[in-house]
């Protein structure tokens, strides 16, 4: 690990984050099941674990998150290398060459997290911006690079409204983070494994499936996850403050 990317965990550490999204939007079960379920309690405990420790709770490091880290320079390549032959229309400017394909883990001197609430502890960090030459944002994008063969397989037969749900929370936490952004790419790439032959090159168009999702795509999803996420983080601060239970918080 790099010095860049401890310092982006370090920013990360409190901070409820759009990759854990999809567990704050668990409620109870049942008929009796209250809006926050066991999933999401469970997660909360870790943030007020590092609020209060200064640590992380648990870490990415597993086989999994290190293949795709290695592989995201090869999906943005691959991206670089084919997006003028995917039909996905983008801005014109793109057409003209005036938009460039931002890796912000990579291209940038911080990898980025952007904290788009003030006061309260959340934080996005997306995988990629299209960006005009001024600088302004019109896409961020979400980049999975698959181990599972099948999976990829599986996900090049599916539709784009099959695809949406599995990871439309984190989604919709790259869109609240950046509101003047009303497209989404998400690219799912099929990643190079050490132990696992190949003859196609990075940049092979097989290797990539991309799609463009608009932010009226996830309704109110945004605006319902954003009051989750304000409610969620006050709640941490007051159940440390009074020594009490998250559960005793959000249950009142």
């Given at each position: 690990m790099d010095?860049?990317e401890?310092?982006?965990?370090q920013?990360?550490?409190?901070k ?6 999809s ?19 469970c ?5 007020m674990?590092?609020?209060?420790t ?5 870490g990415?490091d ?5 293949i795709?880290r ?10 670089r ?22 890796h ?7 990898i ?16 990629i ?8 944002c ?8 698959l ?6 397989q ?6 784009p ?9 984190q ?15 998400y ?17 092979d ?8 999702y ?26 440390i ?9 959000l249950?009142?």
């Amino acid at each position: 690990m790099d010095d860049k990317e401890k310092r982006w965990k370090q920013k990360r550490i409190g901070k409820i984050t759009s990759s854990c999204l999809s567990k704050i939007n668990t409620g109870g079960r049942g008929k009796s099941g209250g809006k926050y379920g066991d999933t999401c309690f469970c997660y909360l405990y870790e943030v007020m674990y590092e609020r209060v420790t200064g640590e992380e709770a648990s870490g990415l490091d597993n086989a999994n998150f290190r293949i795709g880290r290695e592989n995201e320079p090869y999906a943005v390549q691959w991206l670089r290398d084919n997006i003028a032959s995917l039909d996905l229309n983008l801005p014109p400017e793109y057409a003209m060459g005036l938009i460039e394909i931002e890796h912000c883990s990579v291209d940038l001197p911080e990898i980025v997290f952007d904290e788009p609430f003030g006061g309260v502890k959340f934080g996005d960090s997306p995988d990629i911006k299209l960006r005009k030459q001024d600088g302004a944002c019109v896409a961020v994008g979400e980049i999975k690079c698959l181990v599972s063969k099948g999976k990829f397989q599986k996900y090049k037969m599916s539709t784009p409204a099959d695809l949406i749900d599995e990871h439309k929370e984190q989604m919709c936490g790259h869109f609240m983070a950046n509101p003047g952004v009303d497209k989404l790419l998400y690219l799912v790439y099929d990643a190079i494994i050490e132990d696992v032959e190949t003859s196609r090159d990075i940049s092979d168009p097989s290797r990539g499936i991309v799609i463009i999702y608009d932010r009226s795509d996830f309704g109110d999803l945004i605006d319902e996850l954003e009051a989750r996420i304000r409610e969620a983080d006050a709640a941490v601060d007051e159940a440390i403050r009074l020594g009490v239970k998250i559960e005793t918080v959000l249950n009142q």
